[in-house]
C-alpha cells in the first residue's frame, strides 16, 4: 500500500438475508459481494466491469455507505478504509449519521440521469444542495459556483433556472457530474455513467469527465460493463464475476494479457473496429450465471469456465497477485 | 417573444396553469374561496348589532366591543339592546343619534324571545329564507353554518393528511419492523366502528368543534397512509434519492424536501373529495344529533328541524340547496384537479 492510496477495500462481503415463511425466518443469504480486494490511489481511475448482476453497483454503493437505506438488513463484512490526509476512515462499519461529515469527499455519478435529478428541483437546487450541507457558502456565492460548474460540464450558466425535464439525457448526465463535482471530492463512483446514452454522446460525456478529472484532480472507480470503454481511460481494470473479484491489475496488463479465463472470454466479446483481426479466436461461454443466492462452491466461476478441472469444487482459490500489480484469482493460469 | 420561452415552469405550475383553463373547476375554486373568505367576515354582514352607533355625540362600536343593555341607548327593553327597533325609532323621531347596521341585519341565535321574530314565518323581504321553528331566521344561520362547514372539513382534512402523510411516509420510507408494527396497528385501528365511537363519545362528552375533530381525526388518518406509504416507497428506491443520501442529507430532509414534492399526486388529487366527505361527515352527525352543541348553526341541525316540519318548504330548502351547491363546486374543483394532473392533453371534462 503506498502513500498515494485514497480508498484501500479489504475483504469486503455485502450479503443481503433473504426472508421467508410465516415467520420471516432467513431462509437464504444474497452473497452479493463476497470478499473482494482492491485499492484506488489519488488521481487514479479504476475501471470495473463484469456482466449483469456480478456485484458492481453494490461495491459502488457500498463504497458510498447508502446500502442500509434500501436494505436496513443488509449485512457489510470487512472494511473501506480511506485516507483522507492524516484520517483513515472505515465506511463500512459508520453508521449513515457518523459518516455523513465525510459525505462531501465521496460522491456518486448516477446510471439513469433521468431518475437521478429530482424533478421537482431545478438544477441550480440540484448542484447547489451539496454546497449547502458541505460548505458556508452565501446564497450568492452557491448561484457563482453553480454557473460555474455547469461552465465547466458544457452547460450554459443560464440553464440553471430549468427543470431536468427540460434537458436531453446527456446534458441531465452533465447535471449529475456537476452535482458530483460541486464540493471537490476526492473520489467519484461512477455507477455505468454513460450506458444509458447514445453512443455519439457517450464519448462525449466521456471525454468530459477524462477532461474534468485532470482539472479536479478527482480518482474514479467506473463502473461499466463496456470494457472498451474502460481500457480507454482507466489506469487499473477490475474484473468481477459473481461477487468475486477475477482479476485485478493494470489497465495494459488485464486487457492485452488478461490471465484469468473469465477475463479472457469477457475480452474476447469486445467488438474491435479492425477488420484485419476479425477471425481472433472469440471464447463462447457455456450456459448461464449461477445464482448468488446458491453459489457454486469453490471458485464460482468453474461451472461455466473452459479449463475447469475437479480441484476447483473444492476451494475457492486465493486472489494472488501472479505478476507485479497483477491479482489474479485462478491458480491454474499462474 | 424569446424571453419568455426562457422562463421554466415546474411541474406543479403548469398543473397550475391546466387547472386553470378547466373552466368548471376554476370558476367553482374561486368562487368557492371568495365565499369562504367572506364567511370570516360574516359578523360585518350578517348580524343584529350595530357596526356604528352615535348615541349623544358619542360613538360606539357593538360588533366589536358586544354587549349593550337597551337602558344605555335609552331603550326599554330588558337586556341587550335590539338595535333595528332602535334604528327605526330613531330614524321616525329624526333624532341626532344614528347607527349604521349590517346588510342583513338578524343574528343566527337570535329567536322568538326577541320581539319581532315570529315562528316559521315565510320568506319576504326581511326574512330572505325565513324562520325556523325557534323564531331564528334561516338564511343567517345559513350563512354561519357554511363557515362551520368548510372550516370543519378543511381543519379536519388538513389534520388527517399531516399525520397520514407522516405515519404512512414513514412506513413506506424505513420499511421494515417500523413499517410490519404500523401496518398491524392500522389494520387493528381500521376495524374500530367509527359512527358508534362517535355516538358513544359524544353521548358522555358534550362534543364540541374541536372535539369533533378529534374524533374524527382518530378514525380517518387511516385513508392517507396507505397512498403515502405507496408513494414513499416507490420513490425512495430512485437514484435522485440515493442523490440525496450520498451528499448527507439527513432522512427528515430526504423525506419531505425529496420525496413529498414527487409524492403530491394522490394528496392534491384527493383533498377536494375528502373535503366532501368532511362536509358531509359534520352534516350527518348534526342531522343525528351529535355532533355540535345547540344552537351552533349547522347544516345539518336545520336539515332535521326542515324535516320535521316538512310542510314549510323553505326550512328543507334552503340547507339542501346550499349543502348541494357546495358539495357540488368542491367535486368540480376535485374533478379539474384529477384533469390538471392528467398527462394526457385532450380527455374529458372541457
Redesign the interface.
Known sequence: MSKNTLVDVKNLSVHFPVHGGVFSKRVATVKAVDGINFSIDRKQIVGMVGESGCGKTTVG?AM?N?LR??A??VEIGGSIEYHFGDEIVDFASLS?SE???Y??R???I???PY??????M?VAQIIS??LQ??TDMTNKEQAERVGWLLDKVGLQP?QA???P??FSGGQRQRV?IA?ALATNPDLIICDEPVSALDVSIQAQVINLMMDLQDEFDVSYLFIAHDLSVVEHISDKIAVMYLGDMAEYGNAQDVYHQPRHPYSKALLSAVPLPDPSRKNRKRIVLEGDVPTPLNKPSGCAFRTRCPIAQPACAESKPEFKEQAKDHFVACPLVE | MPEQQ?I?????KKRWLKFKTLKRGYYSFVLLVILYILSWFLPLLVNNRALILSYEGEMYFPVVSGYYAGSEFGQDVPGETIYRQLQATWETEDSDNWMIMPVYPYSPYEDITVTGNKMYDPPSSTHWLGTDNTGRDVFSRLCYAFNISISFALVLTILNYFIGVLIGGSMGY???KFDLFFQRIIEIWSSLPMLFVIIIISSIIRPSFFLLIFIYTIVNWIGMTYLMRAEFYRE???????????????NFKVMFK?IL??AMVPIITFFPFAVVGGISALVSLDYLGFGMPPPTPSWGQMLDVGLQNITKAWMVFAPISALFSTLIMVVFIGEAVREAFDPKVYSRLR
Open positions: 454503493r458510498i447508502i437505506h434500501v436496513p438488513d449513515s459518516v455523513r461529515k459525505r462531501s465521496v460522491q456518486m448516477f446510471q439513469d431518475a437521478s435529478l429530482n424533478p421537482r431545478t444542495e451539496p450541507l458541505h443560464e433556472r430549468r427543470y425535464h427540460e449529475g452535482r | 426562457e421554466s415552469l415546474s411541474i406543479l424505513f420499511g421494515g425512495k428506491s430512485k437514484d435522485y434519492v440515493a442523490a440525496a443520501l450520498s451528499m448527507g442529507q439527513t425529496h414534492p414527487n
